[in-house]
């Protein structure tokens, strides 16, 4: 009984709320002066039982849009005059081809950033912040069952040096350099 009586009362709200929507967007059309569908009630009176007819006439089409002009992007090839002509008097002389110069190669060395670790992963994450804190590649290398080192490597001595003062201003932590 309360589901029937409930569906009957939201119908009845429904058109009503329907009828009042439709006004207040009328209203709104209007303030923002946009054209709205025009509607034209016949004079019969109205009641909650009656329907209401609707003649809905369309808004008018918008006008056609103007023809777009053609821009020709790669116009036909034209020959130059004689006078855009350049004449070559000069020749330019090939460059001498420079000696090659041997450098010496140099082997990177490892050098270690702290203390083993006992975990590859503790290790591992610990590489990874120093790698992106000090903008250069860690590495991990496993010196046995539960022994995992952090370390870098390096081409000059300067270089090493370098990297282990910003290591101790960063973590405290005084890292004796190999040799």
């Known amino acids: ?16 709320l329907d009828t009042e929507h439709q006004v207040l967007m009328s209203q709104w059309l209007d303030k923002l002066g946009l054209p709205a569908h025009e509607t034209v009630v016949t004079d019969v009176p109205a009641t909650s039982t009656d329907v209401v007819p609707v003649e809905v006439v369309a808004a008018p089409e918008p006008p056609a849009p103007e023809p777009l002009e053609v821009i020709e992007l790669f116009p036909e090839e034209t ?11 000069e020749v330019i002389p090939e460059p001498e081809p420079v000696p090659e110069v041997s450098v010496p190669a140099v082997e990177p060395t490892f050098q270690t950033a702290w203390m083993p670790f006992r975990s590859e992963k503790s290790a591992s994450g ?9 903008a250069r590649d860690f590495h991990v290398v496993r010196l046995g069952p539960g022994k995992y080192q952090v370390g870098f ?6 270089d090493r040096d370098e990297v282990l003062r910003t290591i101790e201003n960063i973590t405290g932590f005084h890292v004796p350099a190999s040799s």
């Open 153 to 158: 490597t390096f081409v000059s001595f300067d």
């Open 126 to 134: 610990f590489a990874d912040k120093l790698s992106r804190q000090l």
């Open 1 to 16: 009984m309360r589901l029937i009586l409930g569906l009957i009362l939201g119908a009845l709200l429904a058109t009503q």
């Open 79 to 89: 020959t130059p005059a004689e006078e855009d002509i350049l004449e070559i008097t």
